[in-house]
């Protein structure tokens, strides 16, 4: 596992991981993350964000809707439940569809006129080659996280990914467990994996010390 997680590791203790998601499809059956979407699918998952933004009159009418927007591709625990408990976002075609359909909602309320975003705009997003993941860490120190890694583990192969950005200086922690939370972005070539398996997301802490939760992706639109 060293051998691909290189310079920049660093010690930190008594971690545990966790990671929030945040995305706007409503709850539905089994199915796989979709990689391949029309413009017409496109345009529905857009009206899927927007349509209930545009009924929301009220600042608690819009949380709840970010709210239950939180809880459909997170894979894993549930904050809610356990702040730092092991979970991940998984930040998929849809849920950008979905994230600008609210915005069109609340452009068009602002500016009072239909906003839509043009077609050439919707092509660039259902062309986008990565799944984005936003990782949440809780640890002792407010720099632990700092080098984290992390990878998908798909039977018996492994999945690194393309990119990972450098973890934020850690957060007080307002729950229970370790002092502090931190968060880091990874982006993941969706050609590099199966996005309707079930996967192991393993974290790799800078001391060598590791953390591991099951995702199934099989449930993530």
Known sequence: MR?????????????VFAALAVVGMAGAPAYAIDVKLTLEEAKKTLAAGREPMEKANTPEEVKKLMQHASTVTRVGADPEKDSCGASAILRTKRYWLESFGRKEAVESKKQQKEIRMPDEKIQKYLDMPNLEMEVQLCGDDEYFAEGVQVAFQQGSKTVKPIDVSPAEKGR?????????????????????????????VVVFFPDGKMTEFEADFSKVK
């Open 3 to 15: 051998s691909w997680c290189k310079a920049g590791w660093w010690g930190c203790f008594g971690v």
């Open 172 to 200: 007080k922690n307002e729950g229970k467990g370790p002092a502090y939370r931190s968060r880091f972005t990874a982006r993941f070539a969706y050609d590099s994996f199966d996005p309707g398996a079930k996967t192991k």
